[in-house]
């Protein structure tokens, strides 16, 4: 079992900076990947960034590259995305999740088993 927990939403202007922490509790952290996700008003929950157990890979969704940052803290629990020159199309919930189980299709929502409650973050422009 794991348990998540994400915090750091709130509401930001354009070009502006968030970090989102997601803390992880139950499992050990340091044995499972993890991934961002977001959804948007109407819209469905879609990839946003993903990190392997060790921190050693991570991808991104095209929308992101080069504006968002995935980390992991193994000794603290607690995966993070640093998110930076935000958009206003940037405005969803996001949610952090946790694949217990190797699966290779980290764009995949159904490659996570474990779902934190979500945050809002809200772009302003």
């Known amino acids: 079992q794991v348990q998540l927990v994400e915090s750091g939403g709130g509401l930001v202007q354009a070009e502006g900076s968030l970090r989102l922490s997601c803390a992880a509790s139950g499992r050990s952290f340091s044995t499972y990947s993890m991934g961002w996700f977001r959804q948007a008003p109407g819209k469905e929950r879609q990839f946003v960034a993903y990190i392997s157990w060790s921190g050693g890979n991570t991808y991104y969704a095209d929308s992101v590259k080069a504006r968002f940052t995935i980390s992991r803290d193994n000794a603290k629990n607690t995966v993070y995305l640093q998110m930076n020159s935000l958009k206003p199309e940037d405005t969803a919930v996001y949610y952090c999740?946790?694949?217990?189980?190797?699966?290779?299709?980290?764009?995949?929502?159904?490659?996570?088993?474990?779902w934190g409650q979500g945050t809002q973050v809200t772009v302003s422009s």
């Open positions: 999740a946790a694949d217990t189980n190797y699966s290779s299709d980290y764009y995949w929502l159904g490659s996570y088993d474990y």
